[in-house]
């Protein structure tokens, strides 16, 4: 099992670009994640989904919007890119619950300049 | 969303025990504590999960106490490769909120 796939692993950005950050899992789970990890800084959660058809705001959703396409897939789109959205993405999937646990995917290096 | 504290960071020499703590006052009755390990350039991992007393695995050992409002995370024997951020969690639904974490550096 891949588990949780992220693509692209890296990308660099022009301010005002707009580009999708794609995310799939394949463990069945119900919940997925978008954070953003900043360096030294711990992980921000952007936006999740607890369910097919539904999301919500995390901690830090101005910039971002979210898709979720069907049960496998988590994208997160950047509309117009900002240098203060150069960033380390992760995405991350788990059932859907009180005290589950996260599956982590290897992340996307952003830069935007 | 119960509170986490834990220390920002720790360091310690290869072949130490290490004992990082998280406190948690308002821990609902319900709630589980989960730890999550990250190395540099990785998304976190689950390492440990517990409710109360003692929970032990291959990676660690999770000891909390009988009010609940703190727990330990104990890692054994550490090597070089244990240097990485730890978090802890307690409780939590959809709306997963991680801390700054405890940024542990092991030397040799």
């Known amino acids: 099992n891949a588990g949780v796939t992220q693509t692209p692993k890296f990308q660099v950005l022009k301010t005002g670009q707009s580009m999708t950050l794609q995310c799939a899992q394949d463990m069945n789970h119900n919940s997925m994640y978008w954070y953003r990890q900043d360096p030294g800084m711990g992980l921000r959660l952007i936006y999740y989904s607890a369910s097919e058809g539904t999301t919500d705001k995390g901690e830090v959703p101005n910039g971002y919007n979210v898709s979720r396409l069907n049960k496998r897939e988590f994208s997160l789109r950047l509309e117009s890119a900002a240098p203060s959205q150069t960033s380390v993405y992760f995405c991350?999937?788990?059932?859907?619950?009180?005290?589950?646990?996260?599956?982590f995917g290897s992340g996307t290096q952003l830069s935007v300049l | 969303l119960a509170k986490t504290t834990q220390p920002i960071s720790m360091d310690s020499y290869e072949g130490q025990e290490v004992n990082i703590t998280c406190s948690h006052n308002?821990?609902?009755?319900?709630?589980?504590i989960t730890w999550y390990q990250q190395f540099p350039s990785q998304g976190p991992r689950f390492i440990i999960q517990g409710y109360k007393t003692k929970v032990t695995n291959e990676v660690a050992s999770l000891f909390i106490p009988a009010d609940r409002k703190s727990s330990t995370l104990s890692l054994p024997r550490v090597s070089l490769s244990d240097t990485a951020v730890y978090y802890c969690?307690?409780?939590?639904?959809?709306?997963?909120?991680f801390g700054a974490g405890t940024r542990l550096t092991v030397k040799p």
């Open positions: 308002n821990i609902a009755t319900n709630d589980y």
């Open positions: 969690l307690v409780g939590v639904n959809n709306d997963m909120r």
């Open positions: 991350a999937s788990s059932w859907t619950g009180r005290n589950e646990k996260l599956f």
